[in-house]
């Protein structure tokens, strides 16, 4: 079967960036995969080394990355090898016109996984994340995500008629799933894993070939990777740092961190991302695919985010059984750091959430031919 698959892949984005790949490493198993090299003009300046528009944050976020030129130079670099080397990408496809005549040469068009359905991120509502442009026999959604986007009754229009024409649709989290079938009425909507967390820690390193590898000085580390650095994430920082006593490793793009660190990683590629996150000791997140690694590899970890935050987190924590590493407050950091956590249990649930996805993916891409197993590298 011949599958092409169309994500958010082409940004200065960890999480987007490794869930693309992971996509097209799962999808794999069913034929073969290539990624639809279009690129979103929301999403595509976050890989400009001078990022400049027409929003009024422009000339702040201009004036930050020169300040930074040099590591966002390196950075950049590093996320373009990653994609040339990982991704199996079509021609370019700037244009409908493109899409619909590539989609034609494929039996199904995958669209996910990401927040591809969320204006927010995409710049308004691009139906083409929708398939909307597929000649193909087959469109089928897996895991797509529109976040906490509430669409207006326009966009519901636009939507429901998109989605109507899928064969099967699959999306990353609950209240995505119930938003849909309230708007889409009696269409089957399955719920499945992010593309992430169907590969485990050996198969993620034996991928990037960082089996054996470690990043640097082999002492233990607490690492941070947040996407908001709050109140509450700097005072999780300190208090974890003084209870623990180990030196404290952050991958941040933004040269002014506002916490202490041993080590400031600011042009870590995906594959340094992935490495951090496994040799790791302990980890400070609030971001979903930060909890999501943690989690994934059995690192002890808190998820740092205030109660309005915690939708789609706190989905994935209550699956595997670890909704209590979310704090909300700094007066909940000390019990969290010092309770042991039962990773044999909480990887049991997700391998049953892993059938799940797999069971989702097997009725959707279903053949006659053999399935294939996933190529690691």
Known sequence: MKIALITIHHANSYGGTLQA?????????????????????????????????????????????????????????????????????????????????????????????????????????????????????????????????????????????????????????????????SMLGNQKIDHTLDPTLMLNKQEWMQSLQLAGKTPGNSDKYILVYTLKKDALVRAAINRIRTVLGMRVVAIDQDPFLGYKSDRHIMDASPADYISLFANASFVITNSFHGTAFAVNFGIPFVTALPESGLNRIKGLLDKVDLADRLVSRVSEVDSVVGKSIDFTSSHEKLEALRWVTWRYLDGALSTNTAKKPIEMS
């Open 21 to 181: 790949l992971a996509s097209q490493k799962v999808l794999s198993k069913y034929g073969d995969v290539k990624i639809i090299d279009y690129k979103s003009k929301a999403l595509e300046n976050t890989l400009k080394l001078i990022r400049v528009d027409s929003s009024p944050r422009s000339i702040f976020r201009a004036g930050k990355d020169f300040f930074r030129i040099i590591p966002r130079r390196r950075l950049i670099a590093k996320f373009r090898a990653f994609m040339r080397v990982n991704y199996n990408l079509t021609p370019a496809c700037p244009d409908l016109q493109a899409l619909q005549t590539l989609s034609s040469d494929f039996d199904c068009v995958v669209c996910g996984s990401d927040q591809i359905w969320n204006p927010a991120i995409t710049g308004y509502l691009d139906l083409n994340y929708m398939l909307a442009f597929s000649r193909a026999k087959k469109k089928i959604s897996f895991s797509s995500s529109a976040g906490s986007y509430c669409y207006s009754e326009e966009e519901v229009a636009k939507v429901r008629k998109a989605l109507s024409t899928f064969d099967s649709i699959s999306v990353r989290e609950e209240d995505t799933a119930r938003k849909l079938r």
